[in-house]
Structures are given as C-alpha cells and as structure tokens.
C-alpha cells in the first residue's frame, strides 16, 4: 500500500485535486482531519514528528511550506536523502505544491509477465520504478486484448508518456506526471496500432474514459471538457464514465460519434457535492 500525509496548510488544494493523489496513493492522511491516524490528528505537530512518522510508515508528504524538509535530515529520524520534487502548481495559493520522499524505500515489485522493463525504467530511483509497475500492473488489468502481446516499458521526460510500435510495442511514462489515465491512453494506442479502434487522439481519449473508471483520474487531453467539468471532474466522473460508453454506442451507427460526446459534455449538470 502507497501512503502519503497531506500538510493541513494546503488542505484546500488537496480537495480540489483529491483524483490526482488518489490516482498514486491508497492510503491519504490529512494532517488535523478524523479520517488520519491519531498520531496527525494535531495541526502543530511538528516537522520532525511527521518525518518521523513518514520514516516509520513508508510515506510520503505532500506539503507546501519550502523548508518543512529540514528536520527531516535531523540525527534521530535515520534519513539520509530524500527526493524532493514539484507535485503540482496551487494558483489559488500562488506557490508550488511539494512532494518529499524517502528515497531508500525499497520493494521488488513483479511486472506482468508480457511486459519487459526497458533500462531507462531498470536503472529509474526505486520509487518511481514501483510506481510505475504498480500502476501498469492494475492497468493492464483493464486490456485483456493485451494480454498475449509482448509489451515494452520505459520511461520518458519529454511528455506525460507515449506508445509505438515500430519496433515491437513499447510504451514510455513520465515518472513525474504519471496517473491511471495517461496510462491507459497509452495502452488504448496499442489496441489502435492492434487495428483494433480508430486512429484519432481523440477517439483514444474516449475509449481510454470509457473503458474503466480507473482511468478517470484526470481530464483527458484532447476532446473537448468545459471548464467548469474539469473543476469538478471527480464529483463527476460517473456520468463522464457513461457519456463515453454511450459515445460509442452511438458510433455503431453515426461517425460524429466524438462531437456527439463533446456536446453530451457540454450540456451535462455538474455536480459539485
């Protein structure tokens, strides 16, 4: 299990972009809130105590305060490197959302056995590596069409992630940026390069949506979502879910098929609870 505490200074952000943390993490501790342990059920607990307790319990923290990491180097907590990147931009806050990670956590995590993990993944620090082989393992769930295919796994810098195939399936990820949904748009470009479904980004984004919930935990990113959606896109994601099978339905008999999902978007009540 994949655990991380939240900072009670950014409790705001964390439940406006709850679908991104929950995309990477199983267990979410928010500092101050009943739902963490009691350990976090203090707003002024300290930052040794939550590096500590991180130390303890194999777990990140998502924070926005630059130098809560200090005390994580102290003498007693036993930590000696941590990884400390940018999580995410908090416009409302105007300033960079901070994820800090022990970096010598380790797991042995299997990959499925029809994916072969490329060196640019092998040699990647071990908890980008089982992120990502944790993620594609659940994914791949998903595509049993894939199952009998020989796929290849990497990671990229350059974007969210991408696919090819011209020299065997391949599929490459951004350890960074990496959620279910960029996944499975990926692997939605294997079953394409299969012959299986159009070749349109946009027609990937679609079934990517519609094929499992699991995918739903960011916008896509090409068909069109009104602003106002993507605000509220984990209250509903449900409806999205059903908007895209319901899309391709519709294609059975009608080639607008995407327009048709466009404007079912469009005219869709959001529900903001």
Not at 72 to 81: L, M, Q, S
Not at 121 to 130: C, S, V
Not at 238 to 261: F, G, L, V
Request: hydrophobic share 35%; proline share 3%.
């Amino acid at each position: 299990m994949t655990s991380v505490i939240i900072d009670h200074d950014i409790i705001g952000w964390a439940y406006r972009n709850m679908s991104k943390i929950k995309s990477q993490y199983d267990d979410i501790n928010i500092i101050g809130k009943n739902n963490s342990s009691e350990e976090l059920m203090n707003n002024n607990i300290s930052d040794l105590n939550i590096a500590k307790y991180c130390l303890k319990n194999n777990c990140d923290l998502i924070t926005a305060d630059t130098k809560s990491y200090i005390d994580w180097f102290n003498a007693y907590t036993g930590i000696d490197k941590l990884m400390i990147s940018k999580f995410d931009y908090w416009n409302e806050g105007q300033r960079p959302i901070l994820l800090i990670q022990i970096n010598d956590f380790k797991t042995n995590l299997k990959i499925n056995s029809n994916v072969k993990i490329l060196k640019s993944l092998d040699t990647a620090p071990e908890r980008f590596k089982n992120k990502i082989i944790s993620m594609v393992n659940e994914s791949l769930i998903q595509f049993p069409e894939l199952s009998n295919d020989k796929i290849s796994l990497g990671i990229t810098h350059v974007n969210d992630g991408n696919a090819s195939f011209e020299d065997g399936y391949k599929i490459r990820l951004n350890p960074r940026r990496i959620t279910y949904f960029t996944i499975g748009h990926e692997l939605t470009h294997l079953l394409q390069f299969k012959g299986n479904l159009p070749m349109t980004e946009k027609s990937t984004d679609i079934f990517t949506l519609a094929r499992s919930m699991l995918f739903l935990d960011e916008p896509p990113c090409y068909i069109k979502i009104p602003r106002k959606l993507q605000n509220y896109w984990e209250e509903n994601s449900e409806s999205i879910h059903k908007i895209c099978q319901d899309a391709i339905e519709y294609r059975k008999n009608n080639r607008n098929y995407i327009k048709w999902a466009e404007d079912s978007f469009a005219k869709l009540k959001i529900n903001k609870n």
